[in-house]
């Protein structure tokens, strides 16, 4: 028998000990992280300089602006010599930065109220968690903002849209029959409502009429964004469209798509602009005149469009072989199996592609700017600048217009990328 | 067998035209090409009757009259008796020029900021985030106004070099950096030099012939020639000495402070500095998220095959990891190059004259010939596009992955 009277045995365990000072915390995460090796150490202290350079540069330059005055020089009076900025500019023309200098200023709300409609009308489109009964406002959407935006009596959009309505439904009704008829019959009864509204507007010129603006009136970042939204949305169904054209077998179609699309990518898009400023009015008939916005407008579409007919081709083509031939066995045709086979999965797959495009199209709407339209950049290198109270305020007016941009497109783009991890429906 | 129930033709109809497959995508056809021409038609009716109306031809005559406006920035002999065809040139070497440049930077930058954006040392990645999200998510336009402010405001005026005491100096008293822009040394040829650099370009092409010579060596007989030193001595020797044999035959003009400018050199005016310094940020944000993409499509599994097989890093990344990156790196790449070329006739907003700036610009408001003008300004651009995406073919197909 053993004697274990002597002996200890450890009942409980010891707890653990922390581990080294430099194993843990911020000091291990710093030295993993910044100091892992000389040259990891060297960059870190660049980038450190970096930044402090910066903000000793910026920090008092922004701290000691000036938000009240009404000039240059009384801005220069306040400062006193300190370095700082002058935002007086951005509060005192805040209005002509965001409305251009034309637009009544008793009617800004207008296109206040037309941008948070705007993002009621984009949300059931953009998630899709809403009531789907919310969609038949955006489908409203249009014809109220241009009621809102450009004023008039509100009968010419109601015209607009009960045509519409009565033309998808006369092509829903003979849908079932033959297609070509269906068209025609639509597009006829469409007219003739049209047609028939006409009278109605010119009888009752002032039914809820609001105060009409011309669009040449429009201008500072609520062109910017008119002309993006308006672009953009027409481009997505006209790219599609054209992807679809260039995919055919038949090689007229086929043809017409691709010159069409090579053509509009390989110019820039400033060229195009000349063409909606100097050239496109000479292929309208003579007695029209369209007005600037809209020729704009025509040829940004176009421009869009050809780069969001390349992005969706890119999905069509990233699809396997076997979802078109699955779709042909169950006998679908041409329409159904794009609807409800081909159609999901490429634009599922070109939603970040079509994303980039549109935040593009946006960010290049500053480019009406040369054409002497007066957008958000137009109104700073054009009234602004040139005016004698505010010369020489670069700096702080740019960088507002950067601020503004950099916002919409930074969300957007994370919107993008959210909308990406939500639509993975993984390999199971 | 009954094989002639087979091969019977339906007897055709007119209604198989729409109702038929086989003969319905003709049907299409045809009315998508007579809705084409009728809408060319239309245009074209339009056209001529505007044209009429306005009392305008259509004439590329104003190509050969003398311009009537001078050309500050230019890399050929140009002034104002010279004709807008010879001005459409110089803006068409103009957007060549600020073109290649900018893909040159852009490269730069955006592979510098791709690769530290994967670096494991946590501030310059956040760092390379904030310059790739902020320069991508502004118009490009924004930025070129912002940075030629930059230049404007920062650098001094020429008048701050004067004095006794100049508030600003020059570089190595070669290099002036001012607010209308930069002047540099400019190369002077003198006789003899046409052999100086004869030799410059026969050791350039040597050091080629004799790694290649190396290579075949190597896979011929496993013997290893050391061959970067060796290149490096090819490289300079043989220049430098013809070089002084010849009696120094290129010289070097150093701008010099005449007045209240610089006279000499070679000069940049600040316009092109401008614009190629934003084309160049701009678009290397762009390119540094395709370079960090592409690195990381490389599969670990493949660097970690390469350290198995005994290869060191550098050699891990010649040879394994870049040629699989590259072929994701290069397609969008060039498709940036092009939009550098495209982004370039923003010049007119720098007033740096580029073909947009001569043709597009000032010829299209003095002869009002906007019709031709600004045909011929797209035809410029389609032509360098359809050129370089036909590189672009060539290149993909030739890196294209070989199945087997």
Redesign the interface.
């Known amino acids: 028998m053993s004697d274990n009277s002597n002996s200890f045995v450890r009942h409980e365990m010891l707890s653990e000990r922390a581990p080294p000072i430099g194993e843990r915390g911020v000091l291990k995460w710093a030295r993993e992280n910044l100091f892992s090796s000389v040259f990891n150490t060297i960059m870190t202290i660049a980038s450190v300089w970096v930044i402090y350079s910066i903000a000793v540069g910026a920090a008092p330059w922004f701290f000691n602006g000036v938000w009240n005055a009404k000039t240059t020089r009384e801005c220069y009076e306040i400062l006193d010599g300190v370095n700082g900025a002058c935002f007086a500019v951005l509060q005192e023309r805040f209005p002509q930065l965001i409305y251009g200098f034309k637009y009544p200023s008793t009617e800004y709300w207008r296109p206040n109220l037309a941008t948070i409609l705007l993002l009621v009308a984009l949300a059931p489109v953009l998630f899709r968690r809403l009531p789907k009964g919310l969609l038949g406002f955006s489908v409203i959407y249009p014809f109220l903002a241009y009621w809102l935006i450009w004023g008039g009596t509100i009968l010419i959009p109601t015209v607009a849209f009960v045509g519409c309505c009565i033309g998808v439904a006369c092509y829903r009704k003979f849908s079932s029959g033959a297609f070509v008829t269906a068209i025609i019959l639509g597009l006829f009864s469409a007219y003739l409502c049209w047609f028939l509204g006409g009278y109605l507007i010119s009888w009752n010129n002032d039914f809820l009429s609001l105060k009409e603006v011309p669009s040449r009136d429009m201008g500072g970042f609520m062109l910017n964004l008119l002309l993006g939204t308006i672009a953009v949305s027409l481009s997505i169904p006209l790219g599609i469209t054209l992807a679809l054209g260039r995919q055919s077998n038949m090689p007229i179609i086929k043809w017409i798509c691709v010159v069409f699309i090579e053509f509009i990518r390989g110019v820039p898009l400033i060229t195009l602009l000349f063409v909606a400023n100097v050239i496109l009015a000479f292929f309208f008939p003579p007695e029209t005149s369209i007005d600037l916005i809209l020729r704009v407008i025509i040829m940004m579409t176009f421009f869009n469009s050809a780069y969001i007919a390349e992005v969706v081709r890119g999905g069509l083509a990233a699809l396997p072989s076997g979802q078109y031939e699955a779709a042909n066995s169950l006998g679908l045709d041409y329409s159904q199996s794009m609807r409800f086979i081909i159609l999901p999965q490429a634009l599922k797959i070109s939603i970040p592609g079509i994303v980039n495009v549109s935040v593009g199209m946006l960010k290049d709407t500053t480019l009406v700017s040369i054409i002497s339209m007066f957008d958000l950049v137009g109104m700073i290198r054009g009234p602004i600048l040139s005016s004698t109270d505010w010369n020489g305020v670069y700096w702080e007016l740019f960088g507002a217009a950067a601020a503004i941009f950099f916002v919409v497109c930074f969300t957007v783009s994370k919107y993008s990328q959210w909308l990406e991890r939500q639509l993975e429906t993984g390999k199971h | 067998m009954n094989t002639s129930q087979i091969s019977r033709r339906d007897n055709f109809q007119l209604s198989m035209l729409?109702n038929d497959k086989r003969y319905r995508?003709y049907t299409?056809?045809l009315f998508?090409?007579i809705v084409?021409i009728c809408i060319m038609a239309y245009?074209g009716k339009?056209?001529l009757?505007?044209?009429a109306?306005a009392g305008l031809n259509i004439s590329y005559n104003f190509l050969g009259e003398a311009s009537g406006y001078d050309i500050n920035q230019r890399l050929i002999e140009y002034d104002s008796q010279s004709t807008h065809l010879r001005a459409a040139f110089v803006g068409v070497l103009n957007t060549l020029l600020v073109a290649f440049l900018g893909c040159i930077m852009a490269t730069i930058f955006g592979v510098t900021a791709g690769i530290?954006r994967l670096?494991?040392?946590?501030?310059?990645a956040k760092?390379m985030m904030i310059y790739v999200?902020?320069f991508?998510?502004?118009?490009?336009?924004?930025?070129i106004?912002?940075i030629h402010?930059v230049f404007l405001?920062i650098l001094p005026q020429p008048k701050a070099f004067r004095g006794e005491n100049p508030e600003a100096s020059m570089l190595w008293d070669a290099f002036a950096f001012t607010g209308r822009g930069i002047y540099t040394p400019k190369p002077i040829f003198y006789d003899g030099s046409s052999i100086v650099i004869a030799t410059f370009i026969l050791s350039i092409i040597g050091i080629f012939v004799f790694r290649s010579y190396a290579r075949k060596k190597l896979y011929g007989t496993g013997q290893l020639i050391e061959t970067r030193w060796t290149s490096v001595a090819i490289f300079f020797i043989p220049t430098l000495l013809v070089y002084f044999i010849m009696g120094n035959p290129i010289g070097l003009e150093y701008p010099e402070l005449k007045g209240f400018n610089f006279k000499g050199g070679i000069y940049a005016r600040g316009s092109l500095i401008s614009l190629w310094f934003a084309l160049s940020i701009y678009t290397g944000a762009f390119i540094a998220e395709v370079v960090r993409a592409g690195i990381q499509s490389v599969d670990q599994g493949q660097s970690e095959a390469a350290g198995a097989l005994g290869l060191r890093s550098n050699l891990v990344m010649n040879l394994v990891i870049l040629p699989q990156a590259l072929r994701v790196i290069v397609p969008p790449l060039i498709s940036f190059y092009l939009n550098i070329t495209?982004?370039s006739?923003?010049a007119?907003?720098v007033g740096y004259m580029d073909i947009?700036g001569t043709l597009?610009g000032i010829t299209?408001n003095q002869t009002g010939r906007?019709?031709e003008a600004?045909l011929l300004?797209?035809l410029f651009?389609?032509v360098i596009?359809?050129s370089i995406s036909a590189i672009m073919n060539v290149y993909n197909r030739s890196i294209m992955l070989k199945e087997r």
């Open positions: 729409l995508s299409f056809q998508a090409l084409l245009l339009n056209l009757e505007n044209l109306a530290l670096s494991n040392n946590w501030i310059v760092l999200e902020i991508r998510n502004v118009p490009v336009l924004i930025w106004l912002i402010s405001t495209k982004n006739s923003l007119l907003a947009t597009g299209l906007a019709i600004v300004l797209m651009y389609l596009s359809l």
